[in-house]
């Protein structure tokens, strides 16, 4: 089982550039969450993908989008990036709402 | 909204003695889980152990143990007999245990840092 994989580990994008993250979902899960660890922080929600569909939203601005695939698979996409949006976003996978949530390690984004 | 609060942003513990970390929450809801999570530098969050609210009993595994007190709304992390692997980010989460508009997203803590010295 190869748990939950995210790509890349690491990126380095200029300020205003767009960004696209990828997750894949551990086996057997179809429900894939997204979260902002900005360093010496706890994770903040961004958005969870179920069924193709944005089904619920953390507090953040629009220029955060993502996307889940007929295979469950997800994209985190940022636009016009700012020097905050520098951390770590990781993926959390799980089977509905209701079962534990399987992370990533993360992808590290640095904005320069 | 509920919220998630670690006021120990870091702790320190001898290998083989016995650390506890803190937590406390805020909620209006009668039914959830909470979790604690280890971060290692490695990055991925590790499950550690599960609580769930409607039950009494504190949950138990190996080594770690919590102190569940609702009415407080405490939720501390023991771990006994510290190993040098233990050392990482602690962080406490909340989880609704209805649908709804929470559909299992996980409020975190700010984190505790655990250093074990051999």
């Known amino acids: 089982d190869a748990g939950v994989t995210q790509s890349p580990t690491h990126l380095i994008k200029t300020r205003g550039q767009q960004v696209t993250l990828r997750c894949s979902p551990k086996?057997?899960?179809?429900?894939v969450s997204w979260y902002q660890q900005a360093l010496g922080q706890g994770p903040q929600f961004i958005f969870q993908y179920y069924e193709e569909e944005e089904r619920q939203r953390g507090n953040f601005p629009d220029r955060f989008s993502g996307h889940q695939f007929p295979n469950y698979s997800s994209e985190l996409n940022v636009n016009a990036l700012l020097l905050g949006d520098s951390a770590l976003y990781l993926c959390?996978?799980?089977?509905?709402?209701?079962?534990?949530?399987?992370f990533g390690q993360g992808t590290r984004l640095t904005v320069v | 909204a509920q919220t998630v609060t670690q006021s120990q942003p870091e702790m320190s513990v001898q290998e083989a003695e016995t650390v506890t970390l803190s937590c406390t929450y805020d909620t209006s809801e009668s039914d959830y889980y909470l979790f604690w999570y280890k971060q290692p530098p490695s990055r991925q969050m590790i499950l550690v152990i599960r609580q769930e609210a409607y039950k009494q009993q504190n949950a138990t595994e190996n080594r770690f143990s919590v102190n569940f007190q609702k009415a407080a709304k405490s939720f501390s992390l023991k771990i006994s007999d510290s190993q040098l692997g233990d050392a990482a980010m602690y962080f406490c989460a909340y989880r609704s245990a209805f649908g709804g508009t929470s559909y299992g997203k996980l409020t975190f803590g700010q984190g505790t840092i655990l250093t074990v010295h051999p």
């Open positions: 959390a996978s799980t089977v509905g709402s209701y079962t534990e949530a399987f």
């Open positions: 086996s057997g899960h179809d429900t």
